[in-house]
C-alpha cells in the first residue's frame, strides 16, 4: 500500500467516524437513545423495523415522485416570526436561522434516512459498521461474475456455452466448491479436508486434480486444464497464472500442471 493509499484509507475512516458520531449525538439530543449512546429500551427488532420502515418510505416516495427532488420552499418554523408557516427568506423577520430550512423530501431524502437510521443502529448495538464493510467487500471481490442467479446482465441463451449449463452451472459450481472450504480458523488443511475438496472437483466433472502442496491456510492444486476449470466455475477473469477461490482465512489456488 503507497502512502497516498493510507492516506485516502485514514480520511475515509475519519468521515465515517464522523458521520457516525454525528447521528450518535443527534439521536441522543433528541431523546431517541440514552447518554451512553446505547439501544436503550428498544430491542433490536425494533430498531430493524424502523429500518425497513425507512426503506417503505423510499419505495412511496419512488412511486409518487420517481427521482423529482420535491422539497418545498423554505418556511418558517419559529412561532415567534410574524411568517410563521409560511416563507420567510429575505424577509428579515425571522428571529432563527436554522428555522428557515425547508424538510427535504424525495427519494434522495429517503436514501439519507436509511442511511442515518443504519448507523444508528450498527452504533447503538456496537458493531464497527466501516469494518464490516470492508470484510464483506473484500470478500465479494471473489465471488463470481453475477453469482447467486441474477440474470440482469447474463448472455442471450444462444451465446452461452453449453458446458457451463450443466452440474448447476459455473455459480452454483463455484458455490459449491466454496463451501466445500473449511472455516475453522486454525488455518491449516487437513488430509481429510484436501480429499473433501478433490472429490466435490471430481464430483463437478472439473478436469483433473492433483495435489502441489498444503501448507498454512493455502491449498495449491495442479489442474490438466486451469482455464477450462476456471470457465465451468465463473473465474475465467481472474486467471493469469492461476486462480484462487478464497474463504475466510482459507485460499485454494488451482495452477496449470506441469507438461
Known amino acids: 500500500m503507497t502512502s497516498k493509499d493510507t492516506e485516502d484509507t485514514i480520511r475515509r475512516r475519519i468521515v465515517f467516524r464522523e458521520m457516525t458520531a ?6 441522543i439530543e433528541k431523546g431517541w437513545r440514552p447518554a451512553d449512546g446505547g439501544p436503550g429500551e428498544n430491542s433490536f427488532g425494533d430498531y430493524a423495523a424502523l429500518l425497513v ?4 418510505e423510499m419505495v412511496s416516495a419512488y412511486r409518487k415522485h420517481r427521482l423529482t427532488d420535491v422539497t418545498g420552499p423554505a418556511r418558517c418554523a419559529d412561532s ?16 432563527t436561522e436554522h428555522a428557515r430550512l425547508p424538510k427535504p423530501e424525495g427519494v434522495g431524502a429517503e436514501m439519507a434516512d436509511i442511511l442515518i437510521r443504519l448507523i444508528s443502529t450498527a452504533d447503538a ?6 469494518a464490516e464493510y470492508r470484510r464483506k467487500m473484500t470478500h465479494n471481490w471473489t ?9 440482469a446482465d447474463a448472455k442471450p441463451a ?17 458455490n459449491a466448491l466454496w463451501m466445500t472450504i473449511p472455516d475453522d480458523p486454525r488455518e491449516w488443511w487437513t488430509g481429510e479436508e484436501v480429499d473433501a475438496f478433490i472429490e466435490q472437483w ?5 478436469p483433473k486434480l492433483t495435489l502441489q502442496d498444503a501448507t498454512g491456510s493455502r491449498l495449491t492444486l495442479w489442474c490438466s486444464d486451469m482455464r477450462y476449470a476456471a470457465a465451468l466455475v465463473g473465474m475465467d477473469a481472474a486467471v493469469g497464472d492461476g486462480f484462487e477461490i478464497v474463504k475466510g482465512a482459507y485460499s485454494v ?7
Open 22 to 27: 454525528d447521528v450518535r449525538r443527534y439521536n
Open 53 to 56: 420502515e425507512e426503506i417503505g
Open 80 to 95: 415567534r416570526c410574524t411568517n410563521y408557516g409560511s416563507t420567510c427568506l429575505g424577509k428579515g423577520t425571522c428571529p
Open 125 to 130: 448495538w456496537a458493531i464497527d459498521l466501516e
Open 143 to 151: 465471488r463470481p461474475r453475477l453469482h447467486g442467479g441474477t440474470m
Open 158 to 174: 444462444a451465446e452461452t456455452d453449453p458446458r457451463l449449463a450443466t452440474a448447476g452451472g459455473e455459480t452454483q459450481r463455484f
Open 202 to 206: 471430481e464430483r463437478l466433472k472439473l
Open 253 to 259: 489456488g488451482i495452477v496449470q500442471a506441469k507438461p
